[in-house]
């Protein structure tokens, strides 16, 4: 285990390892093999043309359209001071309009 990349140390309740249910696990283990076999289109809400507001600090607020979709950014389409500009941003930093 402490040659495994991307683990560090065993979850732990004072000296006894944590105990995760079987029915539990197997759910987590269903919903990864899913996450696997899912496209960008069936994991993103956003889709090209959607309109959408940006949450990001610095253009909070301000709406755009969805240029594009891929696994890490959303190119949007702004207008800022009166001329357009496509902004890429992380999913987290875009909400659909009205959410």
């Keep these: ?3 495994t990349r991307g683990v560090s140390n065993l979850v732990r309740f004072g000296f006894e ?3 995760i249910d079987e029915v539990l696990l197997q759910r987590i283990r269903h919903m990864e093999q899913t996450r696997d076999q899912a496209s960008l289109q069936d ?3 956003l889709r ?3 309109s ?3 949450q990001h ?3 909070a607020g301000v ?3 969805v240029q594009s979709v891929s696994s890490k950014r959303v190119a949007v389409l702004l207008e800022i001071l009166g001329r357009t500009a496509v902004v890429a941003l992380e999913h987290h ?3 659909a309009s009205g959410d």
Excluded: T
């Design 1 to 3: 285990m402490r040659n």
């Design 17 to 19: 390892p944590a105990l």
């Design 43 to 45: 994991m993103s809400n």
């Design 48 to 50: 090209k043309g959607q």
């Design 52 to 54: 959408v507001r940006v």
């Design 57 to 59: 600090a610095a253009l």
């Design 63 to 65: 709406e755009g359209l």
């Design 93 to 95: 930093q875009v909400a």
